[in-house]
């Protein structure tokens, strides 16, 4: 079984520059998280979707944080702009439902420079 | 709040000692607690969990044992190996229909030969 897909792998980007991530969950799974990992922190919760609906969304800063589950399969988290404080790894998550396992992508190693 | 405190590392051990990585949280209600494991390069797998108290979960000879009057969830091995070296992670995943997963700040394993 194919596991939680994420692209890219890393990027590197200058201030107030935007850039997207995309993720492809396992299939069949209906519960997608979007996740913030600051180095040296654990991750952090952004986004959570339940098929194409957000169930959760109060840590997104949505000022310059949007994401859109399209059909309810990928995924993609967007920063415009970014700022300095934004680097980190940004991890993708699925489960079969709210209740269930979560399943870790790789994750997107974002610098802002 | 809720929140998940473990303890910090890096913990360096040598093969075979016994491991315990502390871990408290604060919550409402009955929360499920998780350890997640991250190998160097990898993204974070589920390494066990527990879903009530006095439940032990247990995975490849770690374990903890959910402890609420204590709200600890301590993980042990009683003999480490190199192969064990990673970071871990202390979660805890909230009652309701949300199932926001809430991580501690992760604690850095080296087993050294």
Redesign the interface.
């Known amino acids: 079984e194919a596991?939680?897909a994420q692209s890219p792998r890393y990027k590197i980007i200058e201030k107030r520059q935007s850039v997207a991530f995309w993720c492809n969950p396992i299939s069949g799974h209906a519960?997608l998280?979007w996740y913030q990992q600051i180095l040296?922190?654990?991750?952090?919760?952004l986004i959570?979707f339940q098929n194409n609906g957000v169930?959760?969304d109060s840590q997104l800063p949505k000022d310059r944080f949007s994401a859109e589950r399209l059909k309810g399969v990928d995924s993609t988290l967007k920063i415009q702009p970014a700022k300095l404080e934004d680097s980190a790894v940004y991890?993708c998550?699925s489960?079969l439902g709210?209740?269930n396992?979560?399943f870790?992508?790789?994750?997107t190693r974002l610098t802002v420079l | 709040g809720n929140s998940?405190t473990q303890m910090e590392g890096p913990v360096t051990l040598s093969e075979e000692a016994f491991l315990t990585i502390n871990c408290t949280y604060t919550a409402t209600g009955y929360p499920s607690l998780f350890w997640y494991v991250q190998y160097p390069g990898?993204?974070?797998?589920?390494l066990l969990?527990a879903t009530k108290a006095d439940d032990k979960g247990s995975n490849k000879g770690f374990e903890a044992t959910y402890r609420k009057e204590t709200t600890s969830f301590h993980l042990e091995k009683g003999s480490v190996q190199v192969s064990d070296s990673a970071v871990y992670?202390c979660?805890h995943q909230s009652t309701g229909?949300?199932?926001?997963?809430?991580?501690?700040?992760?604690t850095r394993l080296q087993v050294t030969l």
Do not use: H, I, M, N
């Open positions: 596991g939680v519960t998280y040296g922190q654990g991750p952090k919760l959570q169930v959760d991890l998550a489960s709210v209740r396992e979560q870790f992508g790789p994750g | 998940v990898e993204g974070l797998q589920l969990k992670f979660a229909t949300a199932s926001k997963l809430t991580f501690g700040t992760g």
